[in-house]
């Protein structure tokens, strides 16, 4: 399973960070910041298991191997990391599914939760899109499932996109030609994703050790890069007709690398290096001689390079073939050839470096050159871009010894090229001329031939097999042609391609064509057709409404070709882009606000803009549903692209917007109906979404609920919940509300005391617009503060029964002597009540005292006499019976002051 470590093609060949003369160092500033530009970096994460830490690695290629330099490890684990363009950043995500940012010396930090959904299994497969999904982070669960999540690193949002295949455990997957690629080496496949549409599609792998291949990228020269786990070697692998219905895959180089398990792999491309190759040997051999080819490659800049492969397969009549350059080795390929493998370290821009090989002529001396010479050809891929094809092969041909030569020419011709462009569905033809410049004839046996790499024009366009003239072959490369030349003749060759729509690649049709064996290049023999187009998508919010609702159109309109839109030399007329609104204005109003430069003009709205190369114009406008609308009817809409522009996928620029209900409920109430000072009351609002639309951040549900008639009487204890505010004496909540789901708000208020109001709690919460109340009264809540107050106490009269012991007086208690000669105060009663009311004259018991306070110092209940329940009589004269209550209230008001 794929997991972290980042591996950065920077240095090799005993160079060090120091003597890199054109600046390319390790990681020199501060930790955290974002990577440098210059050559390519390929970034391997790895860490031992999920939960642990994660380290960060650069890859370090140099002859004949790569090794990983430690950058720095995180105080957590990541994974799915992918590069970002925009910023020079890596990003992954974290153990608990949270969006990671990884700089310079590994430090990572976290940037939060995004919408990805927790699972026991980890996201392990990342990678950015490119062009309009350039800031998308695609990733995927390290499990067999349907899934892939779309990550918008500035939004911070996550868009689940279903499959329509159950995709393997691609322990990790990348980005090429406008689609997610991910090497499955424990099934021996290769998986196509084509994240617009979700379409999966699944094609044999080459023939590769069936292991897993935990790190993958793509090299800035479009090859895609694996590393098996098991066994370390890092693969090139170029894709073959990518957008077609059959792709496949080819091995384009093996180099030794370390071993690994828990990894995964990401890469910036790097600045454009033209590597160049030539190749010396002998003219001329005589039987049992030791030939010596010399191969140079030279970095012709503009850029630096971060390494490359040399590859040169020698010919069957060279025998003891040997070399004993750094980072080369013979090897034997599947056909029984023997071939110069090499792989090489940085070059800075001028820089050079020399590979030798040997081997050891044929024991009989030949009789012509045609059948008797010994050619063979070099070829150099370097890890990044390269701007120039045609100095990637060169060959040496050495004849029988007194024997002339043959030799040929090849031209090569494009119906459209720079400084003129195609577009999305526009077809190139291509014309190859081959002439016999000799004094030899070429013959089956001893063909003339030329080979056309067509890797970057693939991964924009597709070759069309009907329009092969002349012998034209297609193989794995492109195309290809070999037969017999008189002297003097020629042979002329066509193919054709059609541009993709949309583009997928890099918008350049870039190819050579490479003369075999004894042929040379009569003019040019590369050719480039720059490829003009903009992409269009078009969203709608909200995206239902309602009645009176404005609807905003949005349309996003990107450069993604080589070309400008505008005026100028070389730049594609502006791009045009029109929106039939005749859709929408049958039911809703348009506001007259077409940004940039919009018009409208019956039901169409159009836009003429000028588009630099990369460059994302939004454009904006809107409309007004209009009042009484029935639920039902659907705003709907399509923009469309003109001359040059493609629409992201086939549904990316129409908007169906439904007209809906959107109406919601308020439901309130107070956990008392009555309440004495002292008390908390808290009020319940319900909040439901009744309609069929969701309320948004934009159209949220709200209330308000004026408290002035509360905060007379009680104190707000500041504790509204879900997010209500309290301004003064209104609280008020609003927030998104999803349809047919309710939303709670609880808030409390604590009853003055003593009560400072008019004794009643009152408030009535008022929906917002859309809401109503669940009925006439849901919405109104009333509280009515309770005073106690004692009962009215008579004046004694008559008989009034047993003396109580004791009974209070005007005067301040007097203290009683204890038996032992102490004093202590008379008891006295406790209350809860307000001031007493004044004394009745009555022979009617008074009732029994109570006590709130649970009996405190100085007092509780007076102390009965007689039968249980029987009220105390007065005792002294002059004296009022009062109630426990009036007492307590009395005794404090009279209490002695002590100072």
Not at 710 to 721: E, F, H, I, P
């Amino acid at each position: 399973m794929a997991r972290r470590w980042w591996i950065g093609l920077m240095l090799a060949g005993g160079l060090t960070a120091a003597a890199l003369p054109w600046g390319l160092q390790l990681a020199t500033a501060a930790a955290g910041d974002p990577f440098p530009a210059g050559p390519g970096l390929v970034f391997v994460a790895q860490g031992p298991a999920r939960g642990e830490p994660t380290t960060l690695y650069e890859a370090v290629q140099g002859p004949g191997a790569i090794t990983f330099a430690k950058q720095g490890t995180a105080s957590f684990g990541y994974n799915a990391v992918g590069y970002r363009t925009a910023d020079y950043y890596l990003y992954g995500i974290n153990d608990n599914g949270a969006l990671v940012r990884i700089g310079q010396g590994g430090a990572a930090t976290n940037l939060g939760q995004v919408g990805l959904p927790s699972s026991q299994f980890n996201y392990n497969q990342g990678t950015f899109g490119d062009g309009p999904s350039a800031d998308t982070l695609y990733v995927r669960l390290a499990t067999a499932d349907r899934n892939l999540y779309a990550v918008n690193v500035a939004a911070r949002t996550t868009t689940r996109i279903a499959l329509s295949a159950q995709v393997p455990n691609l322990s990790d997957f990348v980005w090429a030609s406008g689609y997610l690629w991910g090497v499955y080496g424990e099934g021996g496949r290769i998986y196509r994703i084509d994240p617009a549409t979700g379409e999966v599609l699944s094609v044999a792998a080459p023939k590769l050790p069936a292991n897993p291949y935990g790190a993958q990228w793509v090299y800035g020269n479009g090859n895609i890069g694996i590393s098996n786990n098991v066994t370390g070697t890092v693969y090139q692998l170029r894709l073959v007709d990518p957008a077609s219905a059959t792709p496949s895959a080819v091995i384009v180089s093996a180099t030794k690398g370390p071993a690994n398990t828990q990894n995964d792999g990401a890469a910036y491309p790097g600045e454009r290096a033209d590597l160049a190759i030539t190749k010396t040997g002998p003219a001329q051999w005589n039987p049992n001689d030791t030939l010596t080819y010399t191969l140079t490659v030279t970095n012709r800049g503009p850029g630096a390079s971060s390494g490359y492969v040399v590859t040169d397969t020698l010919p069957d009549t060279l025998s003891n073939a040997a070399t004993t350059s750094s980072g080369c080795s013979v090897v034997t390929d599947d056909g029984g050839h023997h071939v110069l493998q090499c792989s090489g370290g940085p070059l800075a821009s001028g820089q050079s470096a020399t590979l030798t090989v040997t081997g050891t002529a044929p024991a009989t001396a030949g009789t012509d050159c045609t059948t008797g010479g010994i050619s063979n050809t070099a070829q150099v891929l370097g890890n990044e871009a390269d701007p120039d094809l045609t100095n990637n092969t060169s060959s040496s041909t050495a004849c029988p010894a007194g024997l002339p030569a043959p030799s040929f020419t090849v031209a090569k011709a494009a119906s459209i090229e720079a400084p003129d462009f195609t577009g999305p569905g526009g077809r190139v033809t291509y014309t190859v001329t081959v002439t016999n410049t000799g004094a030899l004839a070429y013959t089956d046996e001893a063909p003339a031939s030329f080979t056309d790499n067509l890797a970057n024009v693939l991964d924009d366009a597709v070759l069309d097999p009907a329009s092969l003239t002349g012998g034209l072959r297609t193989t794995a490369e492109g195309v290809a042609w070999s037969g017999p030349l008189d002297v003097g003749a020629t042979r002329t060759l066509t193919y054709s391609v059609v541009v993709d729509s949309p583009g997928t690649g890099d918008h350049v049709l870039r190819n050579a064509v490479v003369p075999g064996g004894t042929g040379t290049c009569a003019d040019v023999c590369q050719r480039t057709t720059p490829v003009a187009e903009f992409t269009l998508r078009k969203s709608a919010a909200p995206t239902t409404a309602v009645p009176g609702d404005k609807v905003t159109y949005t349309l996003t309109v990107t450069n993604t070709g080589a070309v400008p839109f505008g005026t100028g030399p070389g730049a594609a007329p502006a791009a045009h882009v029109t929106d039939d609104l005749s859709g929408v204005l049958d039911d809703a109003d348009y506001a007259g606000d077409a940004s940039n430069g919009g018009t409208l003009t019956g039901t169409t709205l159009a836009w003429d803009l000028p588009l630099p190369v990369g460059a994302t114009t939004t454009l904006t406008y809107s409309a007004t549903l209009r009042p009484g609308t029935a639920p039902g009817a659907v705003l709907t809409n399509t923009a469309a692209p003109g001359a040059y522009g493609a629409c992201t996928t086939a549904t990316a620029c129409t908007t169906s917007t439904p007209v809906t209900t959107r109406a919601f409920t308020i439901a309130k109430t107070a956990s008392l109906t009555t309440a004495r000072p002292g008390d908390q009351v808290t009020y319940t609002v319900t909040v439901t979404n009744t309609g069929t639309t969701d309320f948004t951040a934009d159209t949220p549900a709200a209330f308000t609920d004026d408290l002035s008639a509360v905060l007379d009487d009680a104190t707000y204890n500041g504790d509204a919940t879900n997010g209500a505010t309290v301004t003064g004496t209104t609280l008020t909540w609003s927030g998104p509300l999803a349809a047919g789901t309710r939303a709670t708000i609880t808030y409390s208020a604590t009853v003055n005391a003593p009560d400072t109001g008019d004794r009643v709690l009152r408030n009535t919460a008022v929906p917002g617009t859309s809401g109503t109340c669940a009925d006439d009264t849901s919405c109104i809540t009333e509280t009515t503060v309770t005073i106690p107050s004692p009962s009215p106490s008579p004046s004694p009269t008559g008989d009034v029964g047993p003396t109580p012991s004791p009974s209070p007086t005007t005067a301040s208690p007097s203290p009683t002597v204890s038996p032992t000669g102490s004093t202590a105060p008379s008891p006295s009663p406790t209350t809860t009540g307000p001031s007493p009311s004044p004394s009745a004259s009555s022979s009617a018991p008074a009732p029994a005292p109570t006590s709130r306070d649970g009996g405190g110092s100085g007092g509780g209940h007076l102390p009965p006499t007689g039968t249980d329940g029987a009220a105390p009589a007065a005792a002294a004269a002059g004296a009022a019976l009062l109630s426990g209550a009036a007492l307590l209230w009395w005794r404090r008001r009279n209490r002695p002051r002590h100072h």
